[in-house]
């Protein structure tokens, strides 16, 4: 059973930064595609990051482009989110999601890479880690 972890959320001033992390208790594949995403009250969950776990490709959400870094610690089991020169609209909870699906490494890549449009692709969530950037 994949349990999905996070932490390192918190308040703080816009222009800061967080590190958040994700403990992951197990994949499904050999190479799986990890996300982050986030629901800011009143909206609806949007993604924000994902990264394939086999071979070096993260994509990203265009507010994320330029501030914000995918990376993968697969001695440690762990996915992060680093975020740069946070703003207020940054304020959400963010969650990270591990993909349950069938098909070959190309086919699963490809859904990685469209990972924003593709919510229902990721079976696993772990409960939130709230981030609050006042101004």
Known sequence: QVQLVESGGGSVQA????????????YTYTSNCMSW????????????AAIYTAGDYSY???FA??????????AKNTVYLQM???KPEDTAMYYCAQDRSSGG???R??????????????GYWG???QVTVSS
């Open 105 to 107: 490494y190309y086919t």
């Open 127 to 129: 409960q939130g880690t």
């Open 60 to 62: 990203y959400a265009d």
């Open 65 to 74: 482009k330029g501030r914000f870094t995918i990376s993968l610690d697969n």
């Open 15 to 26: 222009g800061g930064s967080l590190r958040l992390s994700c403990a992951v208790s197990a």
């Open 37 to 48: 995403f986030r629901q800011a009250p009143g909206k609806e969950r949007e993604g924000v």
């Open 109 to 122: 890549l490809e859904l990685c890479k469209r990972f924003e449009s593709k919510e229902a692709y990721f």
């Open 84 to 86: 740069n020169n946070l």
